[in-house]
């Protein structure tokens, strides 16, 4: 049974915060290498701020996370459906270093690094013409998984970490944005849904509600939206999932 909570994971017991600013030890990173996988909605309620300040240090804190602890990493950015999605970067993040202090002198550059290219790619996707309508959240967690099962190659060796950043207006698949949507008619819409297979993953989903407008929205759609989303969460077996407007930066 999957945990699905409304807060960040603990940082310790080997368990990838998204959210910290703090520096893991030995024992914080999991036992096998991280699969750190994060997407960020670039639709139209959210073109023109794609990462507010709290988001983006949380995208900043997992591929920090992934270079002290040692994995893969992928971000992209959508706004339509999965074939629309942008790639801002991919590939293996390590620090060279015979100590782990010598390590951790070389992180901040390293991941100052990988920012920078995902801060640039995602201005040019968010300048080119849309490619197409909608917003397919649900097919983001789909490659999620599909980006986990490929690392893994079926055997579990790598632990994914998965980090989506939305407004969770899911309007492809779960017709999210539907201005009368309750929280007893998103699980229902969440119950209907085909959802992938998250065995295991460690799911953060954060900007539920949010827009570009800075309009928030009403509470009881936030929370409608929450609900749909921990439900999805549950479904597709993730081990913990946090789903969140704000992330807790520094807890």
Same mark, same amino acid.
């Given at each position: 049974m999957a945990i699905c909570v409304a807060t960040t994971f603990a940082a &310790? /017991?080997? *368990? #990838? $915060?998204p959210t910290t600013d703090e520096?893991? &030890?030995a024992t914080d990173c999991?036992?096998?290498p991280v699969a750190f996988k994060a997407v960020i909605d670039i639709s139209g309620s959210r073109s023109s701020v794609p990462l507010s300040d709290g988001e983006n240090a949380a995208v900043q804190g997992l591929v920090r996370r992934t270079f002290l602890c040692g994995g893969n990493a992928d971000v992209s950015a959508f706004s339509g459906s999965v074939a629309s999605t942008v790639p801002l970067y991919s590939g293996e993040l390590h620090l060279d270093g015979a100590t782990e202090n010598a390590r951790l002198r070389r992180?901040?550059?390293a991941?100052? &690094? *990988?920012?920078t290219q995902i801060h640039q790619k995602i201005t040019d996707a968010v300048a080119a013409p849309p490619r197409s309508s909608g917003t397919d959240i649900l097919g983001q967690l789909g490659l999620n998984a599909e980006y986990g099962q490929q690392l893994n190659n079926g055997n579990g060796q790598s632990q994914l970490v998965g980090l989506i950043v939305t407004d969770g207006e899911d309007t492809d698949q779960l017709n999210f944005a539907d201005p009368t949507l309750t929280a007893a008619s998103a699980v229902a819409i969440a119950d209907a849904a085909t959802v992938p297979d998250l065995s295991g993953a460690q799911l953060t989903i954060i900007g539920i509600g949010k827009s570009s407008s800075g309009t928030p929205a009403a509470t009881a759609h936030v929370d409608a939206l929450k609900a749909g989303w921990n =439900? #999805? /969460?549950e =479904? %597709? $077996? %993730? %081990?913990?999932c946090t789903v969140v407007t704000d992330p807790a930066i520094g807890r």
């Open positions: &310790g /017991c080997g *368990v #990838i $915060n520096h893991p &030890g999991p036992q096998s992180e901040p550059e991941t100052e &690094g *990988v920012m =439900r #999805i /969460c =479904r %597709a $077996n %993730a %081990a913990e």
